[in-house]
C-alpha cells in the first residue's frame, strides 16, 4: 500500500506540474498596416493576437520604432474572441518606450485577445521615406520596418496603402511597370507578396502591398525596401548619391529643389530592423567612430595592424557597392501573386456568410440575427423604436459565434452598441473572407444565386431555413408575416446606425472599414492560410549580407509582463 500511495503522489505531482506548465499567454501573430500620404507621413496600426490560459494577462511593452509616435489614445482597444472591447492605456515609460496595457487594472486570464493601437508618424524626416535618383528618373523609395518580437509568431504580415488611385481593382505586371513599383530583391525572396483591394470612402482604388512571412523566427525583421514613380509624392528630400559623372551633375541640379536626406540611423543599413540598427549615428558619427577604430588598432602589432587595416578597406568596398540611397542599385524584379483560383467556388460559407454575399443589406442582418436569436429564446425585443431587447437570464450562449458577438453589444439599458455591432459585421465579413482567400468570388456569387433560386423554402426553426427563407422570400418579392418583426427591426436599424444603411460592399468601401478594424484584420486568416504550405525562407539582404560579412571580418579576423 505505501508502495502504490507514492506512485499516487507522484502521479498528482506530474499532472499538477503539467497544468502549471500549460499555464500562460503567448504573442501568436502579428500584423502592421501603414497608411502612407504625399508628403511622407503615415498612420500606422498594429493588431497583436495573444492567447492566454490559465494567466493574467495585463499588457506588454511596444519599442524598437524608429519614429516618433502620436497615438490615438481614444482609438486604441482589445477584444476578444466573443466580441468584447477593452479600452487601452498607452503610457510612455520613456521617449523611446511605451507600457500598452488594458485600461483601469483589468485583466484577461482565459482565451486569445487582440490588442489594436495606432498613431500618426512622419516617415520621411527618419529618412525611411524619401526621393532618390535611377539615373535621371526620380522615384521615392519606402525603406520601413515595424518592430521586432523576442518570440517566434505564426506569421507577421505588413500591409502598406500607398497614395496611389488605381483604375480597376486589378493589378498586373503591366500595371506595376506602368507606375513603375519596384522591390529590392531580398524583399522578393524574404517575403510572399499579394496585392489586395482597398477602396476609399470615395470609392477609389488604393494600390496596396501586403507582404507576408509565415512562421517568423523570433527578432525577425520586416524590413521593406521598395520604389514607387516619384510623381506620386510631394516629398521635400532628396537623397544623395555619392557616385561622381552624372550623378553629381543630376545632385547638383537637385540640390536647390529639395533637402538633402538625413539619415539618422546609419546602421540601419546593415544591421536593419536590429537594436544596433535604432541606434542614432549619422554618417559622420559613423565615420568617425571608424577612425576610432582604426586608430585603436593602430596599437596593435605591426602584423595585427595590417589584418585589420585589409579587414576595413572590404568592409568600406561593401558599404559604398550597398548605399541605398545612392543610384547603383540593381533594379528589382517585378512580382505580382495571387492565390485566387479561377472557377474554385467556396462552398461551407454559413447563412450569414451567405447573405454578405448575396448583398443582403447590413441592417436587414443585424435585424434577421436579433429575430432568431429572439425565436431561440436567447433574448426578448422589448421596444421597437428605439430598438430595445432583453437578454435572456440563464440563457446559454448561442453556437454561432457572430450571433454572440451581436449579443455582446447589448447595453445594459438594452440599447446596441454601434460599434459593437459594426465590429460584428466585419467578424462576418473576416470569416467569409478566410473562406475565399483563394475561390473565385463571381464564381462562388454565381453559385450561391443559383442555389437561391432554386432553393426550397423550410419551416424557419432551424438557424440555415430562418434566414435562407427570408433571403429566397426577399429575392421574389414577398414579405411573409414571420418576419414582420425582423422588418420593423430592421428599419429602425437603418435609423440608427448611418453606416449599416448599404450593403456590405457599400459598407466596406466607407470609412469605417477602410480605416478601421476590417482593413487590417480581416487579411490575416487568409494569408495564413495562403502561405501555410508555402517553403520559403527568409534571407539575408545584400547589404545586410555584404556589410555584416566585411565588418564581421574586420572585428573578428585577429584572433508582454
Not at 179 to 204: M, N, Q
Not at 276 to 303: D, S, V
Not at 496 to 501: E, V
Request: hydrophobic residues 40%.
Amino acid at each position: 500500500m505505501k508502495k502504490l500511495t507514492g506512485l499516487t503522489l507522484l502521479a498528482a505531482a506530474l499532472l499538477l506540474c503539467a497544468g502549471r506548465a500549460f499555464a500562460g499567454y503567448e504573442l501568436k501573430w502579428a500584423e502592421t498596416d501603414v497608411i502612407l500620404d504625399k508628403d511622407g507621413r503615415a498612420r500606422v496600426t498594429y493588431q497583436l493576437r495573444w492567447h492566454c490560459s490559465n494567466a493574467e494577462l495585463h499588457g506588454f511593452y511596444f519599442e524598437g520604432f524608429m519614429e516618433n509616435p502620436a497615438f490615438d489614445h481614444a482609438g486604441a482597444y482589445a477584444v476578444d474572441q466573443n466580441g468584447q472591447r477593452y479600452p487601452l492605456e498607452i503610457k510612455p515609460v520613456n521617449p523611446l518606450k511605451y507600457d500598452i496595457v488594458l485600461a483601469g487594472g483589468q485583466t484577461f486570464r482565459d482565451g486569445e485577445l487582440t490588442y489594436v493601437f495606432r498613431y500618426d508618424a512622419d516617415l520621411q524626416g527618419p529618412g525611411n521615406v524619401v526621393y532618390t535618383r535611377a539615373g535621371d528618373k526620380k522615384l521615392a523609395v519606402f525603406n520601413w520596418s515595424p518592430v521586432q518580437w523576442d518570440v517566434p509568431l505564426e506569421h507577421y504580415t505588413l500591409t502598406v496603402h500607398f497614395p496611389v488611385e488605381l483604375p480597376s481593382a486589378a493589378v498586373t505586371p503591366e500595371a506595376l511597370a506602368g507606375l513603375p513599383f519596384l522591390t529590392e530583391k531580398f524583399v522578393s525572396e524574404k517575403f510572399l507578396i499579394d496585392y489586395p483591394t482597398a477602396v476609399t470612402a470615395a470609392g477609389k482604388n488604393i494600390f496596396t502591398v501586403r507582404f507576408h512571412k509565415n512562421s517568423a523566427p523570433a527578432k525577425f525583421s520586416m524590413q521593406t525596401q521598395v520604389y514607387l514613380g516619384g510623381g506620386y509624392f510631394a516629398l521635400e528630400r532628396m537623397a544623395q548619391p555619392l557616385t561622381g559623372g552624372t550623378a553629381a551633375a543630376v545632385a547638383a541640379a537637385d540640390a536647390g529643389k529639395y533637402k538633402p536626406a538625413v539619415e539618422r540611423y546609419m546602421l540601419n543599413r546593415f544591421f536593419p530592423g536590429s537594436p544596433l540598427g535604432r541606434t542614432p549615428m549619422r554618417r559622420g558619427e559613423l565615420f568617425a567612430a571608424a577612425l576610432a577604430a582604426l586608430a585603436f588598432l593602430a596599437l596593435f602589432p605591426l602584423f595585427i595592424m595590417a589584418r585589420k587595416h585589409r579587414s576595413m578597406l572590404a568592409a568600406r568596398e561593401g558599404i559604398a557597392a550597398v548605399n541605398w540611397d545612392g543610384t547603383e542599385w540593381v533594379p528589382p524584379k517585378v512580382q505580382v501573386s495571387t492565390f485566387r483560383k479561377p472557377g474554385k467556388v467556396a462552398k461551407n460559407l454559413s447563412p450569414l456568410e451567405a447573405g454578405l454575399l448575396l448583398d443582403q443589406p447590413l441592417n436587414t442582418l443585424v435585424a434577421l440575427m436579433l429575430s432568431n436569436m429572439e425565436r431561440k429564446g436567447l433574448l426578448s425585443v422589448t421596444g421597437e423604436s428605439p430598438l430595445t431587447v432583453e437578454l435572456i437570464p440563464g440563457a446559454h450562449a448561442t453556437a454561432d459565434p457572430y450571433e454572440n458577438a451581436l449579443l455582446a453589444a447589448v447595453k445594459p439599458d438594452g440599447t446596441l452598441n454601434t460599434a459593437a455591432v459594426e465590429s460584428a459585421m466585419r467578424g462576418i465579413a473576416a470569416g467569409m473572407e478566410q473562406k475565399l482567400w483563394d475561390c473565385d468570388l463571381e464564381a462562388t456569387r454565381a453559385s450561391y444565386r443559383a442555389q437561391l433560386e432554386g432553393y426550397t423554402a423550410g419551416s424557419g426553426d432551424v438557424d440555415r431555413d430562418y434566414y435562407w427563407t427570408y433571403y429566397y422570400s426577399r429575392h421574389r418579392g414577398q414579405h411573409g408575416q414571420y418576419y414582420r418583426r425582423a422588418e420593423t427591426a430592421a428599419a429602425e436599424v437603418e435609423n440608427s446606425m448611418p453606416n449599416l444603411k448599404s450593403t456590405f460592399g457599400e459598407f466596406r468601401s466607407s470609412a469605417v472599414c477602410y480605416e478601421g478594424a476590417f482593413a487590417n484584420t480581416a487579411c490575416h486568416d487568409a494569408c495564413h492560410s495562403a502561405c501555410h504550405d508555402a517553403c520559403h525562407s527568409a534571407c539575408h539582404s545584400a547589404c545586410h549580407s555584404a556589410c555584416h560579412g566585411a565588418c564581421h571580418s574586420a572585428c573578428v579576423s585577429g584572433g508582454g509582463h
